[in-house]
């Protein structure tokens, strides 16, 4: 039995590995192989049509296939890696490391080095590595079958292969950044080693402002609308906490593992540095805006009561507490108690609970003689009101209403060169006064409106399915470390052709993810690799003479 | 039957008259006669106001009067009544109800430091809204509240005479006999009996009557947050309907109290924000319709009192006046069609144009309101009116009017505005 799995040490050769040494002739041969690929393209047959020349020109195809797909890879013995397929862990160790493929490829665990499937299999076809499995060499359609198999779909490995043979460095996607932005950007990460950073969890991370580093790897199909109060939630404590720590308290903040409300403190080795430079990406502005806007609409409700006698008044009158005696049909309260005493002058007493019979009384129902009813009447006075305008359902007191009014009555045109248009029944979508710009115009025409993804996404139902970002592809670069990897330069998704298309929640949902790195979603159709980006963009609505 | 009849003019009966809790006694003096009322046991009041004990209350000719009791009195009359009945079946507890809410409103704006509640009580003719209007102030008084009436009846005002639109700060309950006092007025001149001789002019006195209210409520804490009562006219159709609503946006109504009419009703909950709260409540089994002759002598009988006084009675002054020491305007012309202008001009709007009027013939038997203006400067539309005087005759050769006046001579003011009120002074 041989327990070291160091085969090159090993003296006794098995039989099918001598057969595999090739002599010199056949090396040389091997060497000035015809290695012409078929051409692709060309016009298409649509039919068979029974020719020969079909059939010949078909056969030739296939025999031209088989041959590929037989080609075996040489190599010196020397040169390849070897690795051990482990196939509980569905990983592959590297025992002898030769080559610069580990520079890109691969992690280490523990002092060992492991290959994912998808790593192995696509060094076996460049002839970088063998891999054994219980003592023999895999060929590389068993490769294919075991190590692929269930772990990494076909197609899976079809991107990673294409894009690794262009040369970009691909490592499986890690939902998160160990270090943020931030922490990056002041080159925390060279004093921190990823491993330690790995060790203590997030508890010690500062979490980074953007709301797609703050999704933790449980959130896989959280909806929008959580995301979006988490993300108001998260601001809020950490600007607080940002003017913690300019006035430098070192108290650090329990974390809880819930992604709701938590709270990040610094490392008291941090705080120093965090209080120089403090500087926000035009994500956090925004955050900022809207927290900015947010703390002023409350300071605004707070002044309303607060606020002088005959300045309007932003609360109203609770008429559910207060009850007027009301014998409208509409009415639905059918009894009134006594009121107490304090409400009522001396010597009125009041004996009997009112009750309201809304049909005891018989209340003038009868038409009039003669004349329209009011409500004709008013329909020519007022001019149509758009549901949404009309101030009567959407102002809040009088203050509002006669804002809102207001406004309307300069749109009232009894001047206007075009007044005669809103006399009818059908009137024009557009008011004069809405032509302030193209912009105004464009959105009153609008049938469908447009919506801008990052403002908008809580509002989408959950995303049919999950799907998850496959890779993290990285420029090729020679100063890429693995155990710094940083930000990638794109993230890829993968599917298959006849996969149903991503619906509009799912994308944004990914998107928000991936962002601020650009995603990218690998459509493989039988060995064609198309790739699809989706990013917003605003028709222009204005022009500029 | 000569005695008999003797018998009958001299010796009115007395008649007692035993009420029971919640009930009320409704009577109506004779024309022409009139009617002592006295509460002997038990606590009663009239429109709010109470009934002071073994005090002798007198009512004049056509007087209309419901006692209301709590808690059960005895009252005796005394003179020659059209009819007097006791009824049960009266909304007073519903009228109560709505004080109350309306003082939980004041309450509110007291401690949160609002506004207190505007009211606005509108319906048709004859459904009590004046009665109303008296009894919710009353008990707002009573209460230690000071509420402001404003009152926008043009035909049967109770501030001024009729042709006047104005409001009051009520510090007291009104009187029984007398209803409230009325110490400084604010007055605006309006000149017609009927609203519809010129809407432009009512709403627009309206929107300053409002604006003055809201300067008061600014100055006066107490007022502001008693809040106000206003009562309309009785026209509720048309070009009626779109005063209501223009009232309710230049006071801020918060509440509209409709009284008997359902389609009113509706039509107030349609057209008016969602903020404010419409009721509608039923009129009392005892008002009585006024037909059109009664409603004109009541005015001439508003007039009267002006001059005249109601119980106490009043020494008005007649004297002349020159033409040259008044100028007198009148409010409205007539509107030009626009073929008659030049081109280029436009029509200012007729309706609220002042147009100066040379004083003659037709302005005999006219009450004329004294405009509070110094100068031409302040517009007269929009200034309140200090009084009123009547032009008994006019002079045309030695260019004098003669003029009944509640005060001595000189006039305090130059400027005045032709009503088209009329009074004929037969005294």
Partial sequence: ?545 | MAENKEEKKEDPKDQEFKLEKDTELRFEVETGGTITLELSEGMAEVFGTELVKNKKFTFGSGAKVAVFTWHGCKVVLHGRTEFAYVSKDTPMVMYVNTHAALEQMRQQAQDQGKRGPRVMIVGPTDVGKSTLCRLLLNYAVRLGRRPTFVDLDVGQGSIAIPGTIGGILVERPADVEEGFSLQAPLIYHFGHASPGANMELYERIIAKCADVFNQRCELNRQASVSGCIINTCGWVKGEGYRSILHAAREFEVDVIIVLDQERLYNDLKRDLPGFVKVVLQPKSGGVVERPQPVRRSAREDRVREYFYGVRQPLYPHSFDVKFADVSLYQVGAPALPDSCLPLDTQQENPYTKLVHIQPGAQIVHHVLSLSMADSLKDNLIDTNIAGFICVTNVDMERQVMTVLSPAPRPLPKRYMLLTDIRFMDFR
């Fill in chain 1, 1 to 545: 039995m041989m327990d070291s799995y160091d085969i090159a040490e090993e003296e006794d050769y098995s039989p099918r590995m001598k057969a595999a040494h090739l002599s010199a002739q056949e090396l040389l041969a091997h060497r000035n192989l015809d290695r012409t690929v078929p051409p692709r393209g060309g016009t298409k047959d649509y039919a068979p049509d029974g020719s020969l020349e079909q059939e010949e020109k078909l056969q030739g195809m296939y025999s031209l296939y088989r041959r590929m797909l037989a080609e075996e890879r040489v190599n010196k013995i020397g040169n390849l890696s070897k690795a051990i397929w482990l196939e509980d862990q569905g990983l592959a160790e590297v025992t002898v490391d030769k080559g610069k493929f580990w520079h890109h490829i691969g992690h280490s665990n523990e002092g060992k080095k492991y290959l994912y499937p998808e790593e192995a299999v696509f060094l076996m076809e460049t002839n970088a590595i063998e891999v054994y499995w219980n003592k023999l060499p895999l060929a590389i359609q068993q490769a294919y079958a075991m190590m692929l198999g269930n772990r990494v779909s076909m197609e899976q490995y079809q991107v990673y292969a294409h894009l690794s043979r262009l040369g970009y460095i691909l490592i499986r996607h890690q939902s998160r950044e160990h270090f943020s932005w931030y922490e990056r950007q002041i080159q925390l990460d060279e004093y921190i080693p990823l491993k330690q950073r790995i060790k203590e969890g997030s508890s010690a991370q500062v979490r980074d402002w953007f709301p797609s580093n703050q999704h933790e790897e449980q959130t896989t199909s959280t909806s929008g609308e959580p995301d979006k109060t988490e993300e108001v939630h998260r601001d809020n404590p950490a600007r607080q906490k940002s003017k913690e720590v300019k006035s430098a308290s070192d108290s650090p903040v329990e974390h809880s593992t819930s992604n709701q409300t938590s709270r990040d403190s610094l490392p008291k080795g941090q705080t120093s540095r965090m209080e120089g430079r403090i500087e926000q990406s035009v994500e956090d502005e925004q955050m900022e805006i809207e927290c900015n806007r947010k703390d002023k609409t409350e300071k605004q409700e707070e002044k309303g009561v607060d606020s002088l006698v005959t300045s309007s008044y932003e609360c109203k009158w609770d008429f559910t507490n207060i009850s007027i005696p009301n014998v409208g049909q509409d009415c639905d309260v059918s009894e009134i108690p006594i009121p107490c005493a304090e409400l009522l002058p001396t010597g009125v007493q009041v004996n009997n609970v009112l009750k309201i019979n809304t049909g005891a009384f018989s209340l003038n129902t009868k038409r009039g003689r003669k004349g329209k009813s009011n409500s004709e009447h008013l329909s020519k006075i007022v001019p149509n009101l758009r549901a949404e305008d009309d101030p009567r359902k959407v102002s809040r007191n009088w203050m509002e209403f006669k804002k809102l009014c207001g406004a309307k009555r300069e749109m009232d045109m009894s001047d206007s060169p075009v007044a005669h248009l809103w006399q009818g029944e059908v009137t024009p979508l557009v008011r004069p006064s809405d032509a302030t710009d193209m912009g105004a115009i464009l959105s009153r025409l609008q049938v469908i409106q447009n919506i801008s993804l990052e403002k908008e996404c809580c509002s989408l139902p959950k995303p049919d399915r999950s799907l998850d970002i496959a890779y993290d592809v990285f420029l090729p670069d020679s100063h890429f470390k693995k155990s710094k990897p940083g930000r990638p330069n794109l993230r890829v998704c993968v599917q298959r052709f006849s996969e149903p298309a991503p619906d509009l929640a799912l994308i944004v949902q990914l998107n928000q993810r991936s962002s601020p790195v650009p995603l990218l979603w690998a459509v493989v159709d039988n060995g064609d690799i198309s790739f699809y980006s989706f990013t917003e963009a605003d028709l222009p609505t204005d022009y500029h003479m």
